[in-house]
């Protein structure tokens, strides 16, 4: 093999293409190193010289990185001299896939005036409406806004992880003063307050939060982003929990409100500062790899599940991901679908009978009096995008909110990009799996080159659910609401062709 290491005369090109393809930066590629071996990891610049020929790495080493990407070593080496390119990024939907002719009916003058009417009669609030022009923006950008991230940084100093003291202490310095109050918070029939602000720095907190130390940090550092992002001027919604066939939030009306899309957007500055105070990227990044993405790691830094599924969204150098966070019937509290899956709901708060074997309505399902939270459960599902199969795994986790309500957390990753990152032929190995549900009336064991394919993508992208979700069948599930046929003619045998 050393004979061979030193005619690898392309071995520092193939290696520096397969990082990048994987969005791995060096730093991240040695981070991944030490996991392996401490004390024989490269350094960052001992991989920089390698990709740039200037240093040969030695066969032990070479073994560890081909180790890392799930390849042979002699890929490397020059018998192989294909670099291959970065697949080309997936289309997008939207109205960049919309021929909008004639475009004049489609002029600012006009969507003023019919937005508003449109909003009336599908009984969607203003509030709704501001989310979802929130959720596309952060598809758009792949969850990346890095003027908040350096906010709460400076604001930080990049420490994780930060205790309930650390945080009071960093609210104080930023004039905030913590004031609890009793009871449910419920007024009337509303929704259970968590927490609220008062203009200038007065945050008032439910004391069921008292003993709930991860979520009271969010709480306050939800509120520290609101003074620093925004001087505390108090124009910010209430945090509430959501009870069981609640579609609306605070202050919602039908149609367009005069502060819908100001409140929204805040709400959602506020929340992305709150996680990257608490999981800062560049140390958050570290950890996710020590932690090969378990969520249960959550407790290693003091915050909640939630947080961290949110956050994986923002900080992995994968882009394909999606996170739900429902309550019953199957209200959304919060969407990300960076990998364009598309939504199973029949509008953007009520299910309208979806299809049932989507993770988060398997477990939304269970009884209110179910345990929770329970150990998080994969699934690998494929589903019929267009005329393209795609193949998702998501990790989903039945659980409790701060005021006791239950909900469902799912976080999950489209596995073809990834696979075909690697040189599979991802639309055979989905097809695969596609028959083999289509047989078994919409659950199907996963065949064994696809299984194998699936742990390599696993160890690349370092996320270990993947490869857990493999000791279950793969479902089908439908990218609908509707009615599903499965009981007289299975949706495998629709949704996904012969």
Same mark, same amino acid.
């Given at each position: 093999?050393?004979?061979?290491?030193?005619?690898?005369?392309?071995?520092?090109?193939?290696?520096?293409? =397969?990082?990048?393809?994987?969005?791995?930066?060096?730093?991240?590629?040695?981070?991944?190193?030490?996991?392996?071996?401490?004390?024989?990891?490269?350094?960052?610049?001992?991989?920089?010289?390698?990709?740039?020929?200037?240093?040969?790495? $030695?066969?032990?080493?070479?073994?560890?990185?081909?180790?890392?990407? $799930? #390849?042979?070593?002699?890929?490397?080496?020059?018998?192989?001299?294909?670099?291959?390119?970065? &697949?080309?990024?997936?289309?997008?939907?939207?109205?960049?896939?919309?021929? *909008?002719?004639?475009?004049?009916?489609? $002029?600012?003058?006009?969507?003023?005036?019919?937005?508003?009417?449109? =909003?009336?009669?599908?009984?969607?609030?203003?509030?709704?409406?501001?989310?979802?022009?929130?959720?596309?923006?952060?598809?758009?950008?792949?969850?990346?806004?890095?003027?908040?991230?350096?906010?709460?940084?400076?604001?930080?100093?990049?420490?994780?992880?930060?205790?309930?003291?650390?945080?009071?202490?960093?609210?104080?310095?930023?004039?905030?003063?913590?004031?609890?109050?009793?009871?449910?918070?419920? #007024?009337?029939?509303?929704?259970?307050?968590?927490?609220?602000?008062?203009?200038?720095?007065?945050?008032?907190?439910? #004391?069921?939060?008292?003993?709930?130390?991860?979520?009271?940090?969010?709480?306050?550092?939800?509120?520290?982003?609101?003074?620093?992002?925004?001087?505390?001027?108090?124009?910010?919604?209430?945090?509430?929990?959501?009870?069981?066939?609640?579609?609306?939030? &605070?202050?919602?009306?039908?149609?367009?409100?005069?502060?819908?899309?100001?409140?929204?957007?805040?709400?959602?500055?506020?929340?992305?500062?709150?996680?990257?105070?608490?999981?800062?990227?560049?140390?958050?990044?570290?950890?996710?790899?020590?932690?090969?993405?378990?969520?249960?790691?959550?407790?290693?830094?003091?915050?909640?599940?939630?947080?961290?599924?949110?956050?994986?969204?923002?900080?992995?150098?994968?882009?394909?991901?999606?996170?739900?966070?429902?309550?019953?019937?199957?209200?959304?509290?919060?969407?990300?679908?960076?990998?364009?899956?598309? =939504?199973?709901?029949?509008?953007?708060?009520?299910? %309208?009978?979806?299809?049932?074997?989507?993770?988060?309505?398997?477990?939304?399902?269970?009884?209110?009096?179910?345990?929770?939270?329970?150990?998080?459960?994969?699934?690998?599902?494929?589903?019929?995008?267009?005329?393209?199969?795609?193949?998702?795994?998501?990790? %989903?986790?039945?659980?409790?909110?701060? *005021?006791?309500?239950?909900?469902?957390?799912?976080?999950?990753?489209?596995?073809?990009?990834?696979?075909?990152?690697?040189?599979?032929?991802?639309?055979?190995?989905?097809?695969?799996?596609?028959?083999?549900?289509?047989?078994?009336?919409?659950?199907?064991?996963?065949?064994?080159?696809?299984?194998?394919?699936?742990?390599?993508?696993?160890?690349?992208?370092?996320?270990?659910?993947?490869?857990?979700?493999? $000791?279950?069948?793969?479902?089908?599930?439908?990218?609908? %609401?509707?009615?599903?046929?499965?009981?007289?003619?299975?949706?495998?045998?629709?949704?996904?062709?012969?």
């Amino acid at each position: 093999m050393t004979g061979l290491i030193r005619q690898g005369h392309f071995l520092g090109a193939k290696l520096r293409s =397969l990082r990048k393809r994987n969005g791995l930066t060096l730093d991240e590629l040695s981070a991944r190193c030490i996991q392996v071996d401490a004390a024989g990891a490269p350094s960052v610049s001992y991989l920089s010289m390698v990709e740039t020929g200037k240093r040969m790495p $030695s066969a032990e080493m070479l073994g560890m990185l081909a180790g890392i990407f $799930s #390849k042979d070593a002699r890929w490397f080496l020059d018998e192989n001299t294909d670099v291959e390119a970065a &697949p080309a990024p997936p289309q997008r939907g939207g109205l960049e896939a919309m021929p *909008l002719e004639p475009a004049f009916l489609f $002029s600012n003058e006009l969507l003023q005036n019919a937005l508003p009417e449109l =909003l009336s009669q599908t009984g969607t609030t203003g509030r709704q409406f501001a989310q979802l022009l929130i959720r596309v923006w952060q598809e758009t950008r792949h969850n990346n806004f890095p003027d908040i991230e350096r906010a709460a940084e400076e604001c930080g100093k990049r420490q994780m992880p930060l205790d309930l003291a650390a945080v009071i202490a960093i609210g104080k310095r930023h004039g905030l003063d913590i004031k609890w109050f009793d009871g449910d918070g419920r #007024k009337s029939e509303g929704p259970l307050v968590r927490s609220r602000f008062e203009a200038p720095g007065t945050v008032l907190i439910n #004391k069921r939060l008292r003993r709930q130390e991860e979520r009271l940090k969010y709480e306050l550092a939800f509120f520290v982003g609101h003074k620093i992002l925004h001087n505390g001027d108090g124009m910010i919604s209430p945090h509430t929990a959501v009870q069981s066939g609640d579609a609306e939030t &605070p202050g919602s009306v039908r149609g367009m409100g005069a502060q819908d899309v100001l409140y929204a957007w805040r709400d959602f500055e506020c929340s992305f500062f709150a996680g990257a105070l608490l999981c800062p990227r560049i140390p958050f990044r570290r950890f996710l790899i020590r932690e090969a993405h378990s969520v249960s790691a959550c407790r290693k830094v003091g915050v909640t599940p939630a947080l961290v599924m949110r956050r994986m969204t923002a900080v992995s150098p994968y882009r394909h991901w999606h996170f739900f966070d429902a309550y019953p019937p199957g209200y959304l509290r919060a969407v990300y679908r960076g990998n364009g899956i598309p =939504l199973p709901w029949g509008n953007m708060s009520l299910v %309208s009978d979806p299809c049932p074997r989507w993770a988060v309505f398997r477990l939304l399902r269970q009884s209110p009096e179910a345990p929770a939270p329970q150990r998080p459960k994969s699934q690998i599902s494929v589903m019929q995008d267009g005329r393209r199969a795609r193949l998702y795994c998501c990790h %989903s986790l039945l659980t409790r909110d701060a *005021l006791d309500e239950l909900h469902v957390l799912s976080v999950g990753v489209d596995l073809l990009p990834a696979l075909d990152a690697q040189g599979f032929d991802g639309e055979s190995l989905v097809a695969a799996v596609a028959d083999s549900c289509r047989r078994g009336g919409g659950d199907g064991v996963i065949p064994p080159d696809v299984s194998t394919a699936i742990r390599a993508v696993s160890q690349v992208l370092n996320i270990s659910w993947v490869a857990d979700a493999l $000791s279950s069948p793969a479902s089908v599930i439908c990218p609908r %609401s509707g009615a599903c046929p499965r009981q007289s003619q299975p949706c495998a045998a629709q949704s996904i062709g012969a």
